[in-house]
C-alpha cells in the first residue's frame, strides 16, 4: 500500500524541481512526478526489511523488466518471486532463531558460575540484590513492582521507571519467568532475573523483543496484594 505522506513528499519535491529546472510540460512533469514517488515508496518498503546487501540494480532492472513489454522480458513469473522471497525470509528467520537461542544458552551457562546467582530447575537465574522482609507472593497474588528490562546487548526494550510510575498486575497474568522468579522473593526486595526464552517470550518475541531471546530484568518488588480467597 502506497501511503499518502511518502506520496506527498515525494510529489512535492519532485513537481518543485521539474517546473524550475527541467522545462518539462505539465503532463511529463506529473508522470515524472508519480514516477518519482513510486521509487520512494518502494525503497523505503524495502529499507524497513532491513536486507543487507540488496542490488538496487538489479531491482530496477526487475521492475523494468515487468513494465515493458508486458513482462515478457521478466525471468520469472510473480509466483515464483514471492515463493523466493518467502523462502529467504525463512531462512533468515530460522538463522536468527538459532543464533539468539546459542547467544542466550552461552551466556546463561557462564552466568550461572557468577557469585550469587542461583539457578532454578526450570532454568530461571535470579540475584537477589536487597533481601526484602515482607510476605512472598504466590501466583494468583497482585504485585507491585519497579523493573527495568534488558537484552543481551544492554539495550532497554521496557522500564517503569521510565513511565514515572510502578507496574501492578496478577503474578499467573505475566511470563513464565516473572511468574516463577517473584514468588521466590519477599516484599521488599530488590532482585536480578535472566529469564532464558522459553521462559519469555519464546520464538514468538514481541516488540524490540527478538525471538528466543534471553532478557534481563532488575525488578523491584514494592508491594504485595494478597488474593481475596487467601485473606478469608
Not at 514516477?35 to 523505503?44: L, M, R, T
Not at 521510565?162 to 503474578?171: D, M, S, T, V
Not at 514481541?206 to 530484568?217: H, V, Y
Request: hydrophobic content about 35%; aromatic content about 6%; charged content about 25%.
Amino acid at each position: 500500500m502506497i501511503r499518502t505522506s511518502v506520496l506527498t513528499a515525494a510529489l512535492s519535491g519532485v513537481v518543485l524541481m521539474s517546473c524550475t529546472s527541467s522545462g518539462l510540460s505539465a503532463r511529463s512533469s506529473e508522470v515524472d512526478s508519480v514516477s518519482y514517488a513510486f521509487g520512494v515508496n518502494i525503497g523505503q518498503s524495502l529499507s524497513n526489511v532491513k536486507i543487507e546487501g540488496l542490488n538496487v540494480d538489479i531491482i530496477a532492472k526487475g521492475i523494468r523488466d515487468v513494465l515493458n513489454n508486458n513482462g515478457e522480458n521478466a525471468k520469472m513469473t510473480n509466483e515464483e518471486s514471492i515463493a523466493i522471497i518467502e523462502a529467504y525470509f525463512r531462512k533468515m528467520q530460522d538463522e536468527m532463531l538459532a543464533r539468539n537461542l546459542n547467544e542466550g544458552n552461552e551466556f546463561l551457562e557462564k552466568n550461572k558460575t557468577e557469585e550469587g546467582v542461583i539457578t532454578t530447575e526450570s532454568g530461571l537465574q535470579y540475584k537477589i540484590i536487597t533481601e526484602g522482609t515482607g510476605p512472598k507472593p504466590g501466583e494468583t497474588d497482585e504485585v507491585e513492582v519497579h523493573y527495568r528490562g534488558t537484552l543481551l546487548s544492554g539495550d532497554e526494550f521496557d522500564s517503569s521507571y521510565e513511565r514515572g510510575q510502578p507496574a501492578k498486575f496478577k503474578l499467573n497474568q505475566v511470563i513464565k519467568g516473572w511468574t516463577e522468579g517473584l514468588q521466590l522473593v519477599n516484599e521488599g526486595s530488590k532482585v536480578q532475573f535472566w529469564i532464558p526464552s522459553e521462559l519469555g517470550y519464546g520464538e514468538q518475541g514481541g516488540g524490540r523483543i527478538e525471538p528466543n531471546s534471553t532478557l534481563i530484568f532488575e525488578v523491584e518488588l514494592l508491594k504485595v496484594n494478597k488474593a481475596e480467597e487467601e485473606k478469608k
